[in-house]
């Protein structure tokens, strides 16, 4: 199974690193790029043995500090630490958490799982009753979009790639439009909303 620890001040940051020789650390941000980041890195703890500890940065600020001034490198998050013996050998930060720059370094460095790693389970709860809310007609088109992708915007759960992927099929990528809901256009210029909704709860 996947082991996530959570790491809330800078002795358990220490524990955790004099515990696994090879070990990584995970910034957790505010927003969907934390579950965008930690989507694409679960696909390679699903197949790779690798203790995580994960840091959720504006509540454990002290640990984030830490792992900053221990290393060297700039806080970002979401931001991914390979550790090796206690030192940083490997850093990457925010959109740049890609397969292309995690796969040479699990490659390298992190041995394969001899077991079949469980998934990460998350709470999809808040999605699913904003999309019967919309399909019992309690919301329009309009205010399901603006509910749902602002609920997506600032989502920063640690989700798998595949609740990712089907999570941002509705509206896609809400940084597309920071600058204003409006610049989604109308709900249904993807197609019929309802039917993409019933289509996304089957797969949920």
Same mark, same amino acid.
């Given at each position: 199974?996947?082991?996530?620890?959570?790491?809330?001040?800078?002795?358990?940051? *220490?524990?955790?690193?004099?515990?696994?020789?090879?070990?990584?650390?995970?910034?957790? $941000?505010?927003?969907?790029?934390?579950?965008?980041?930690? $989507?694409?890195?679960?696909?390679?703890?699903?197949?790779?043995?690798?203790?995580?500890?994960?840091?959720?940065?504006?509540?454990?600020?002290? =640990?984030?500090?830490?792992?900053?001034?221990?290393?060297?490198?700039?806080?970002?998050?979401?931001?991914?630490?390979?550790?090796?013996?206690?030192?940083?050998?490997?850093?990457?930060?925010?959109?740049?958490?890609?397969?292309?720059?995690?796969?040479?370094?699990? *490659?390298?460095?992190?041995?394969?799982?001899?077991?079949?790693?469980?998934?990460?389970?998350?709470?999809?709860?808040?999605?699913?009753?904003?999309?019967?809310?919309?399909?019992?007609?309690?919301?329009?088109?309009?205010?399901?979009?603006?509910?749902?992708?602002?609920?997506?915007?600032?989502? =920063?759960?640690?989700?798998?790639?595949?609740?990712?992927?089907?999570?941002?099929?509705?509206?896609?990528?809400?940084?597309?439009?920071?600058?204003?809901?409006?610049?989604?256009?109308?709900?249904?210029?993807?197609?019929?909303?309802?039917?993409?909704?019933? *289509?996304?709860? =089957?797969?949920?």
């Amino acid at each position: 199974m996947t082991q996530l620890v959570p790491l809330t001040t800078p002795d358990e940051v *220490e524990t955790f690193l004099a515990q696994f020789p090879l070990a990584a650390i995970f910034k957790a $941000g505010t927003c969907h790029k934390t579950m965008q980041g930690f $989507g694409v890195l679960e696909t390679y703890l699903a197949r790779h043995e690798l203790p995580v500890g994960f840091i959720r940065v504006v509540d454990w600020r002290p =640990a984030s500090n830490h792992v900053a001034e221990r290393t060297g490198v700039r806080h970002h998050s979401p931001q991914f630490l390979l550790f090796k013996n206690g030192q940083s050998v490997f850093d990457v930060d925010n959109w740049d958490i890609t397969p292309q720059a995690l796969a040479p370094v699990f *490659e390298a460095h992190v041995p394969l799982r001899t077991d079949t790693a469980e998934g990460i389970s998350t709470n999809i709860e808040p999605y699913k009753q904003l999309m019967h809310q919309f399909l019992n007609d309690e919301l329009n088109e309009w205010q399901f979009q603006e509910a749902y992708v602002n609920y997506f915007r600032d989502d =920063a759960n640690l989700r798998s790639q595949r609740e990712f992927e089907l999570l941002s099929r509705l509206f896609g990528d809400p940084d597309a439009y920071h600058g204003g809901l409006h610049q989604l256009g109308a709900p249904q210029s993807r197609g019929d909303l309802k039917t993409r909704v019933q *289509e996304l709860l =089957a797969q949920l």
